[in-house]
């Protein structure tokens, strides 16, 4: 069982530090104040944090924890932590673990019993949702889509009917490509914002709908530079209960021809995972009865 919260005070903590996106001045003091504090810095990438070290006028000791080398990490990190040496988990750009490295070793720490503490931040999937104009009560990250394209579209072809809005990171090397699969498999109207180089000099956020977008991005080179943000808005509630409707129908229908109805929603609810009792209803319906 692991434990984030408590640890004992002769312990360390392992900070969770969010940084900027791009724009310095969004460092929070409490995570400046961190930075200076702790023994040493676990960094995706210690040439890009030892810039940012620099900017905070901080010489710190500097550790690299990437996808290839944090299996490796944890043991001596977790024995500083033990020591009561605190350390803070910082990636390239925005909040640690969000499609970054740092899972094991968080991991691990809790399940260790040392503290793991949040220092909040940036978060670039956040900071795009908050300004895209797509609904924002529920949504689903998806990370990066794979980078071979029939891998992609498969993947997009899985997300087809969701009805939250799916918020989606991309490569500039990748972003038309993407952009082309996703008018492909969820069709040239599907909503959606493609939100680019956020809080930086050249930052764009830009609605339309895919070949729109697609449009945009083909005719202006500049605009392929960059991280990207992209944002889909979710397929319509409506669309997709007639679509369950109809299989259901379709499969009671079969059912009932050779089974009493309360079996035939038996057997079709397990099929389908749909309610029982919704699927009894509509047999009876469907029978006449």
């Given at each position: ?21 791009g ?25 890009h ?86 609904p ?24 087809a ?32 914002v ?31 530079r ?29 059912l ?34």
């Amino acid at each position: 069982m692991s434990n984030t919260g408590s640890g004992s005070e002769s312990t360390g903590t392992l900070f969770v530090v969010a940084t900027p996106i791009g724009n310095l001045a969004d460092l929070s003091s409490r995570a400046a104040d961190i930075l200076a504090a702790v023994s040493m810095v676990a960094a995706e990438d210690t040439r890009h944090t030892g810039r940012l070290l620099t900017y905070l006028g901080l010489r710190k000791r500097l550790v690299s924890l990437h996808e290839h080398n944090e299996a490796d990490r944890v043991a001596a990190i977790a024995e500083l932590l033990a020591a009561g040496e605190d350390v803070a988990l910082v990636s390239d750009a925005g909040t640690p673990l969000i499609s970054d490295p740092g899972f094991r070793l968080v991991r691990a720490v809790g399940d260790l019993g040392l503290r793991v503490s949040p220092v909040p931040g940036a978060c670039s999937l956040i900071a795009a949702l908050s300004a895209a104009g797509l609904p924002t009560d529920r949504f689903v990250f998806e990370g990066f889509l794979p980078a071979r394209e029939a891998a992609r579209r498969q993947r997009l072809q899985a997300l087809a009917r969701e009805t939250r809005t799916v918020v989606l990171l991309e490569s500039s090397h990748r972003v038309v490509g993407s952009v082309r699969d996703m008018v492909a498999v969820l069709g040239p109207d599907r909503e959606a914002v493609v939100a680019r180089e956020l809080t930086k000099a050249y930052e764009t956020i830009r609605r339309d709908v895919l070949t729109g977008l697609l449009d945009w991005l083909q005719a202006d080179t500049d605009q392929q530079r960059g991280e990207f943000v992209i944002m889909l808005a979710g397929a319509a509630a409506t669309r997709q209960d007639d679509t369950v409707q109809l299989e259901g129908d379709r499969l009671l229908g079969i059912l009932l021809e050779t089974l009493p109805t309360r079996e035939a929603a038996r057997l079709a609810a397990r099929i389908t995972g749909l309610g029982k009792n919704r699927l009894y209803r509509r047999a009876l319906e469907l029978a006449g009865q």
